[in-house]
């Protein structure tokens, strides 16, 4: 049994920042690799950011240079750091975990973006 569990999300101004977080907890050797995904109201879930256990990160292109993924490998934690937010960075963001052949998600955390 994995569980993931976000936090960080909230309501911040346009060009403010947020800081999420994802712990993963339970019974595994290793995590592959940590994502954040988001869906925004109407659209479909996309991926924002990724970053595999040797530490090699993508973004997704509208968050390039903005968002900023990491990871404590000791604490199974991955972060998101997302300065100069945009109304249109608006969405649950969702943390995600391939373990072996496995996906694991968290709930879900909401972030709003205000104009």
């Known amino acids: 049994q994995v569980q993931l569990v976000e936090s960080g999300g909230g309501l911040v101004q346009a060009g403010g920042s947020l800081r999420l977080s994802c712990a993963a907890s339970g019974s595994f050797f290793r995590i592959n690799r940590m994502e954040w995904y988001r869906q925004a109201p109407g659209k479909q879930r996309e991926l924002v950011a990724r ?5 090699n990160t993508n973004y997704v292109d509208s968050v390039k240079g903005r968002f900023t993924i990491s990871r404590d490998s000791a604490e199974n934690t991955v972060y ?11 969405a649950v963001y969702y943390c995600n975990a391939v373990i072996g052949t496995g996906n694991y998600w968290g709930q879900g955390t909401q972030v709003t973006v205000s104009s």
């Open 80 to 90: 998101l750091q997302m300065n100069r937010l945009k109304p249109e960075d608006t």
């Open 51 to 55: 970053i595999t256990s040797a530490g």
